[in-house]
Structures are given as structure tokens and as C-alpha cells.
């Protein structure tokens, strides 16, 4: 499973460079424009430089609406500032074929302009509460497009949680159905270390992180600190041990 993590400016960005070794996934955020709030270019290209060249960098694009030649235009930009993972939250969509639509202008924009870069169709756990696209939707929305990745994470940070919205057996219907169609799957959301070993026994991809790394385990008032995800790091290596000596007794 990879750590990825996401900082909301430079500042964070140098905190997870000290930590490099413990994350796999550098993931540019701005967290006050939302769960997944876009930064600015110019934040994208810095934090690119900053952080090691063997470390991707992530961009996300926001809770878009139903506009796809704005994300696309949008989804360009961030990929023009040198990250090569480009996440979209399918906020404004609320059938999966507006999903589809807005997630096909993204791929084409994207790879038109850089074919080996991932793009990733988020969409969120707790969609019943802002009114978007049910969460198992999301692999068949990101297979349609031709994207790379589904991912789920939670659109209102009020201290719940992806299990709390969609609890790990749900969870790994969806990642089932994410390898089914030849996707990653990454889920996100308040994940906490304890989250951990059921993510790893469900196959997760990726685990996208912030107020866990954070001080305080504060998303917004706290700044990640690189102990933290050390520590978020050391859970998960553990985790995966304990699961691959579990499998063969399964077996
Ligand atoms: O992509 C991952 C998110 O930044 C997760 O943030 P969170 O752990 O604070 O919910």
C-alpha cells in the first residue's frame, strides 16, 4: 500500500521532504477550498521542486461541478505544473454518466499532454450528504474514462470517517471493483493508524492522509509533522507484516 500524503502549501511540503522516506506520494492540496481544494500552479511547481525528484507529486483539482471543459482546462493546468497524479472529486456530478463526461475531458487533457501521467476519479464517501454519485459508482465512472485510479474520500471533515460512511466490507467491494477493471484503488478520509490493518486486508492501493499526520490530528489548525508520518508509516509496515503472515494460514 502506498502512503500518500498531502500538504497545503510549501511550508508542509518541506516537512514531508524530511520525511521522504516514510511517504510515496507527495499530494498538493488547498484544504480551505474544500476536501479536495485546488492549490495554485505556481504552489504545484514549488512543491515539485522541493520535494525529491523520485517522489510523485499530486494535484488535485477540486470538488468540481458538472463542467467538464473547466476541469479539463483545470486538470491541464495542474499537470502543466509538474504533477503527475491529477485527482478530481466528482462533487457537482449526480449521475454516473455526468461522471463519466468530466472524467473523459480530464483523461484526454491530461494525456494529450502527458501519457504517463495517473489520473484519478475521486468521489466521496459520505456522497449521501452532499448529494454526488454513490461511492461504488466510482471504479465503473473511472474505467468508462479511461482513467487510472478510483478513489473515495470524505467530502465533509467533521471528524468522521470513511468507515464511518462506508464500512470495510462496502470498502472492499469497491477496491474489488476497482482491480476488476485494471484500476488502483485509494481511499482517504479522517483515516486514522487503526483504519490501517483493515485497509491493508482489503488490498487499498493507496491511503491518502492529512489530519493524521497533522499535530493535534488537526487537518486545519495543525501542521504535518514529519514523526507522524514516520509513525503512520512504521503502522502501515506492520500491518502489511502481519498480513502476509496471515495469508498463508488462509490458505
Ligand atoms: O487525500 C487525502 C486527504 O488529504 C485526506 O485528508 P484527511 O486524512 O485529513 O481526511
Known amino acids: 500500500m502506498l502512503l500518500l500524503i498531502s500538504p497545503d502549501g510549501i511550508e508542509e511540503a518541506l516537512a514531508c521532504a524530511k520525511a521522504a522516506e516514510h511517504l510515496d506520494i507527495v499530494d498538493v492540496k488547498k484544504p480551505d477550498e474544500g476536501s479536495l481544494g485546488a492549490n495554485f500552479p505556481w504552489v504545484i511547481r514549488e512543491i515539485r521542486d522541493a520535494v525529491p525528484a523520485d517522489k510523485p507529486v499530486s494535484a488535485t483539482v477540486g470538488d468540481v461541478p458538472y463542467k467538464p471543459g473547466t476541469v479539463a ?134 491511503v491518502g492522509v492529512r489530519g493524521a499526520v497533522c499535530s493535534g490530528g488537526d487537518r486545519n489548525a495543525g501542521r504535518i509533522q514529519p514523526h507522524l508520518v514516520a509513525a503512520f508509516r512504521a503502522e502501515m509496515d506492520r500491518q502489511a507484516r502481519e498480513h502476509a503472515a496471515d495469508v498463508p494460514a488462509l490458505n
Open 73 to 206: 482546462q483545470a486538470a491541464l493546468g495542474a499537470a502543466v505544473s509538474g504533477a503527475t497524479y491529477i485527482k478530481v472529486g466528482l462533487y457537482g456530478c449526480t449521475t454516473p454518466e455526468q461522471g463519466v463526461e468530466v472524467m473523459r475531458a480530464v483523461v484526454r487533457a491530461v494525456k494529450d499532454h502527458r501519457p504517463d501521467a495517473l489520473v484519478v476519479a475521486s468521489g466521496y464517501a459520505d456522497a449521501h450528504r452532499v448529494g454526488c454519485v454513490n461511492p461504488l459508482a466510482l471504479p465503473d465512472i473511472a474505467a468508462r474514462a479511461g482513467a487510472d485510479a478510483a478513489m473515495l474520500d470524505t467530502a465533509i471533515k467533521d471528524g468522521t470517517r470513511l468507515f464511518d460512511h462506508v464500512p470495510p466490507d462496502v470498502c472492499a467491494e469497491f477496491v474489488r471493483r476497482a482491480h476488476a477493471s485494471g484500476l488502483l484503488a485509494a481511499l482517504a478520509g479522517s483515516v486514522k493508524q487503526a483504519d490501517l490493518g483493515p485497509l491493508t486486508r482489503i488490498g487499498t492501493d493507496i
